[in-house]
């Protein structure tokens, strides 16, 4: 009797471990999209192409050009295809979607169409998610990711000798005379050499 209830429930938690399991949990979390070092959240929909989305992204980021298409949206082809399950849809600014299955466009301003959702950038306003998307200063690169992109540090200046102040090492030791290397002084990275 105690064999029966170990293998039932061995059984029982093994089907709770399926792949198909694994891809629902993550559409519980977010999807992450960095476009010039500035990264935001998106609250996925639950479709057929956010789980094979999902899927993609479980291997690795995927990073595309997209351009400014009809004065509102960034579209733009991100060398997969995914299945599509297209409904007549109006967007409106933060809106993630699926185009032809290869296209994802995110919208700063409205259309109406029919797309397959992907999801909506959280918490930000129309005029944010213009400045995020950069609408209409042309191609951006977009990458998509299941963990929040760190592209580190974005600026290099060399050290000036008018500059005042110590200097820190990336460690926070105040760098010592002759150091050379990156520094942070007056709260700007430099690099000092």
């Known amino acids: 009797m105690m064999k029966k209830i170990l293998v039932i429930s061995c059984t029982v938690l093994l089907c709770g471990c399926t792949k198909e399991n694994t891809i629902a949990q993550t559409l519980d979390e977010k999807l992450y999209v960095t476009i010039g070092g500035v990264t935001r959240t998106v609250t996925m929909e639950d479709n057929v192409c956010t789980r094979a989305l999902m899927a993609a992204l479980q291997t690795g980021i995927i990073t595309y050009t997209a351009h400014d298409y009809g004065n509102f949206e960034k579209v733009g082809d991100v060398g997969q295809t995914f299945p599509t399950?297209?409904?007549?849809?109006?967007?409106?600014?933060?809106?993630?979607?699926?185009?032809?299955?290869?296209?994802?466009?995110?919208?700063?301003?409205?259309?109406?169409?029919?797309?397959?959702?992907?999801?909506?950038?959280?918490?930000?306003?129309?005029?944010?998610?213009?400045?995020?998307?950069?609408?209409?200063e042309g191609e951006v690169s977009i990458t998509l990711s299941l963990k929040p992109v760190h592209t580190g540090i974005k600026e290099f200046l060399p050290d000036r000798e008018t500059d005042e102040g110590p200097a820190y090492t990336v460690t926070g030791q105040v760098a010592p005379a002759g150091y050379k290397g990156f520094v942070i002084r007056n709260g700007k990275k430099r690099i000092q050499r």
Not at 88 to 116: H, K, M
């Open 85 to 136: 399950d297209d409904r007549q849809t109006t967007t409106s600014a933060g809106d993630l979607v699926l185009y032809n299955g290869d296209n994802i466009c995110i919208f700063y301003g409205s259309n109406s169409w029919s797309y397959t959702r992907i999801g909506k950038l959280d918490g930000l306003s129309a005029d944010e998610v213009r400045q995020f998307v950069k609408a209409g």
